[in-house]
């Protein structure tokens, strides 16, 4: 664990003892008919926040000790079997909050490992990766921004197409055609083209993938530039040679006498073209019309194990797997029959076997020659075996991180119900006694319910928030769009937040433009952003305040509602730190008020969304205006 690890971890249990406290003062200082044992799952969530989930095992027993000695030492009250009920619940809760807890940091880690793997693989190759979408650039590793002489691939992800990349010639139309097709991937050699305007060869082989849960082009992109020159230089110096054998052949049959000075210089060439193809970066291989090889560069030697000598005058066979040895001789009888190529003249992928007989692919072009008369062919090789493991590597780790991906997904969705359940056991529980005889409670007891039915849909909105906000990060928020009426929801939200206005002396008033008739949304989330924000109005207020909301209809922009407070106000960091997950600002009057940080947060990202935008405005000692904007497509007319 590094320092800064050390240092956070030290805090957060720092944290967990205050929470302990304040909590074991709560809980002792009721009577146990009271369900005080409840808030210890406060204690187990703040373990979510600690790196290692042994952590969160300490916090769970803390929670489980402290329940227990809740019920030991707290002054005695209520009906013995509701006592127990409350406190089993509550360990039945602490514990089940623990357990998902554990399974989220362990799956959090796998999807971690896997994302940092696929990662390292994709930006430590040195072949250029690039990920586009209708040639919207998605991902490009350094290797390709490299190629493209760019100091940093996010330079190549803020192009509007990576058709800039390709010169004018380049046709876009097979390629669009090739990956029409499920499966197929393509390869060619092209040109690209530098930042600078430069042009440059080099080969490409894309093939579709998955990126987000949409189709993409994963294209895998290397230099060839010096190959091309390579083969230039090699193409001139066949030209070069031929004529210098024919003028020495010529010279022969003019002065027969001088055989073995023309025999000399035709042995000059060809050293001179030997030397040309050692110094080559690639693979380069000559055969006769029998297929028996004539010469190897050194580059050959190392990528097959074998030296000149063991390779000279052997079948070219030598070299390939049993199942390609008929048809290599077949394609050379059937050139030097009929003239028409097959193989000759392009590059096609192909497996090599070395001398220890394994077998790796490769890329091979065949070209065919003249040696004194005689036709002959040279082939040019290059490995695609680190193209290959890279490949097999990007399907692999995409493939893992989609897993853990899933695994998540399941994750929350268990959460969700497995934390609900007992919650709503709590509640139930509580409303039944408060719907009992009231000549059967004393008016102790009633209030003793009323805590119990207040502390448990707390929590249980706390535990909604928690989860919306994971839905949401997850991209798994579940939405139910309907015709939802503005004025009754705007009338009912604030006759729901009215009672706790009164009971802080805080006056409440709405403004609602009476043309308004519906909009399009999910209602349940539209009645939330709408009590959260008037909630978080009413709460930071002080005696005597006002709060308002405003709907008004902009023909031009949307909808908008406004929520305005002559509350304490924040300043541009508060702000910032109020629209973070679990994120207050700091003040007395925040400190005294319950609340978990969730409410803008989660009420920013349902209305994003919905297609809109959350604005906070807000003058420390003076207030704050929240503007909510909904889209003109959401306008529903009367009908």
């Known amino acids: 664990m590094t320092h800064s690890e050390n240092k956070n971890s030290s805090r957060l249990f720092g944290l967990a003892a205050l929470l302990v406290g304040l909590i074991a003062i709560f809980d002792f200082s009721l009577p ?19 790196p290692k989930p042994k952590h969160i095992i300490v916090l769970a027993i803390v929670g489980s000790i402290m329940t227990v000695f809740g019920y030991l030492f707290s ?27 554990i399974r989220q940091k362990q799956d959090q880690a796998v999807l971690g490992v896997s994302e940092a793997r696929f990662r390292s693989l994709i ?46 010639e380049f046709n876009i139309g097979d390629h669009n055609r090739v990956l029409a097709g499920d499966g197929v991937s393509w390869d060619k050699e092209v040109r690209g083209r530098r930042r600078d305007g430069s ?27 010096e190959r091309k020159r390579a083969e230039e230089a090699l193409r001139k110096s066949h030209v070069e040679l031929e004529g210098r054998v024919k003028e020495r052949t010529d010279e022969l049959r003019a002065q027969l006498i001088k055989g073995n000075i023309a025999e000399l210089r035709v042995r000059e060439a060809r050293d001179h073209l030997n030397l040309l193809l050692d110094s080559m970066a690639e693979g380069v291989v000559t055969i006769d019309a029998k297929g028996d090889v004539e010469y190897v560069n050194p580059v050959i030697e190392e990528m097959f194990g074998y030296s000149f000598k063991e390779l000279e005058g052997k079948n070219i066979s030598i070299l390939m797997p049993k199942p390609y040895h008929a048809d290599h001789d077949n394609y050379i009888s059937n050139f030097l029959k009929s003239g028409k190529p097959k193989i000759i003249g392009g590059y096609r992928e192909v497996s090599g076997k070395k001398k220890d007989g394994s077998v790796f692919p490769l890329d091979l072009s065949v070209n065919e020659f003249i040696d004194v008369g005689v036709v002959k062919f040279i082939g040019t090789l290059h490995d ?74 707390h929590l249980l909105q706390l535990i909604n928030d928690i989860l919306d906000i994971s839905a949401i990060e997850a991209g798994k928020l579940e ?18 937040i009215q009672t706790r206005a009164d009971s802080g002396k805080v006056n409440v008033s709405y403004e609602i433009d009476e043309s308004l ?29 006002d709060v308002s909301i405003s709907c008004h209809q902009d023909k031009a922009e949307g909808i908008r509602f406004v929520v305005s407070d002559t509350g304490l106000g924040m300043t541009p960091a508060g702000i910032k730190k109020a629209l973070e997950p679990f994120g207050q600002a700091k003040s007395s009057l925040v400190r005294k008020q319950e609340g978990t940080g969730l409410g803008l947060p989660l009420s920013k990202q349902l209305v994003e ?8 405005e807000s003058i420390p000692q003076e207030g704050t205006t929240v503007t909510v904007q909904f889209p003109l497509e959401r306008i529903v007319s009367p009908h």
């Not at 490299?146 to 190549?156: G, H, K, L």
């Not at 440059?200 to 060839?224: K, L, N, T």
């Not at 309907?482 to 009338?491: A, D, F, G, H, L």
């Open 75 to 101: 002054p005695s009250g209520g009906i013995s079997w509701v006592v127990l009920t409350n406190r089993g619940l509550a360990l039945f809760v602490i514990w089940t909050t623990a357990l998902l807890l």
């Open 384 to 457: 695609l075996t680190t193209r290959k493991q890279t490949e097999q590597a990007l399907t692999e780790a995409r493939k893992d991180a989609e897993d853990a991906s899933r695994v998540k997904s399941e994750f929350l969705a268990n959460m969700s119900h497995e934390l609900r359940t007992p919650m709503n056991a709590i509640l139930g529980f509580g409303q039944l006694m408060m719907n009992m005889p009231k000549e059967r409670l004393a008016e102790k007891q009633d209030d003793y319910l009323r805590n119990i039915l207040d502390s448990g849909n």
């Open 199 to 225: 042009e440059f060869w080099e080969i490409r082989r894309s093939f579709v993938i998955d990126w987000g849960g949409e189709p993409a082009v994963c294209s895998i992109r290397a230099d060839i530039s």
């Open 32 to 50: 146990l008919g009271v369900a005080g044992g409840v808030p210890y799952v406060l204690l187990v969530l703040l373990g979510g926040w600690f």
């Open 479 to 496: 939405m139910h769009e309907e015709e939802v009426m503005v004025i009754p929801v705007v009338e009912e939200m604030v006759t729901l």
């Open 517 to 545: 008739f519906a909009i399009r949304a999910d209602s349940r989330r539209f009645k939330q952003i709408l009590l959260n924000l008037l909630s978080n109005a009413v709460k930071f207020t002080p005696e005597n305040g």
């Open 609 to 616: 969304i919905h297609g809109g935008t959350l604005d906070i």
């Open 123 to 168: 930006d430590c190759s040195s072949q250029g990766i690039l990920v586009h979408r209708n040639y919207k650039p998605l991902y490009a590793n350094q290797a390709l921004a490299s190629m493209y002489d760019f100091a940093e691939s996010d330079e190549i992800l803020s192009l509007d197409s990576t058709e800039v990349l390709t010169s004018p």
